[in-house]
């Protein structure tokens, strides 16, 4: 029972062009959402959030976008570069739980070619 | 604030021995999770301890994993009877109340 769905495994853009990577969620509980980036042999880090009071949350080249009604959030890099190449992760959580734990999706690979 | 720290990075292991990974959380931090991630998968809730209590554990963990976090510092994980299934990376994260995680490097665990 996947939660929080990434839908595309990989996406690839050319340097200077903007990536968007989608997030689909299931769960009404899910009242926060984060972006995590990863490269390979490192841990999870962090990107951006929004709260699920907002529809959009901007810092710097990354931008995150929150549609409510449809459970679906998108980050938006512009410019892209190829630094950016790395998997990112949207997970969710509910802020009104005692936990505060991550349910994540499966990730999307990007790569961004020079 | 040195982040989060874990060790070993790697650890190979016959089937059937038993293992134990550390977790040095940052220091002010309060609330301590352990994740794993196997391959094509996100990160999966294993368990959280807030201070020294373990206060949620995911069916994830079977009988054979145990965690601990003596006097709410360093945690360990600890698996017994090691299984081809463990093999994934485990990963830990601190956050202080409600605040952000911080993750840590991982341990990438291989049964062989």
């Known amino acids: 029972d996947q939660q929080v769905k990434q839908n595309s495994p990989s996406l690839s853009v050319q340097e200077g062009r903007i990536s968007i990577l989608n997030c689909d969620y299931t769960?009404?509980?899910?009242?926060?959402f984060l972006w995590y980036k990863k490269y390979p042999a490192e841990g999870p880090t962090f990107l951006i959030s929004?709260?699920?009071?907002?529809d959009k949350n901007e810092d710097g080249r990354f931008t995150v976008f929150l549609n409510k009604s449809a459970k679906h959030l998108s980050l938006h890099i512009v410019p892209s570069q190829p630094g950016d190449s790395a998997v990112y992760f949207c997970?969710?959580?509910?802020?009104?739980?005692?936990?505060?734990?991550?349910?994540f999706g499966k990730g999307t690979l990007l790569t961004v070619n020079p | 604030d040195t982040g989060v720290s874990q060790n070993p990075r790697h650890k190979i292991t016959k089937r059937g021995q038993n293992v134990t990974f550390r977790c040095d959380p940052i220091?002010?931090?309060?609330?301590l999770y352990w994740y794993r991630q196997t391959l094509g998968q996100g990160p999966e809730f294993l368990t959280y301890?807030?201070?020294?209590?373990?206060?949620?554990k995911s069916r994830l963990l079977s009988d054979r994993f145990s965690a601990e976090r003596p006097k709410g510092s360093f945690s360990t994980l600890e698996i017994q009877r090691t299984e081809q299934g463990d093999s994934a990376m485990y990963l830990c994260?601190?956050?202080f109340g409600t605040g952000g995680y911080t993750f840590g490097s991982g341990t990438r665990l291989t049964v062989v």
């Open positions: 220091s002010e931090h309060n609330r």
């Open positions: 769960n009404s509980m899910f009242d926060y």
């Open positions: 997970a969710a959580l509910n802020s009104g739980g005692s936990n505060y734990k991550l349910t």
């Open positions: 994260a601190s956050s």
């Open positions: 301890f807030q201070n020294e209590a373990q206060l949620e």
């Open positions: 929004i709260s699920s009071i907002k």
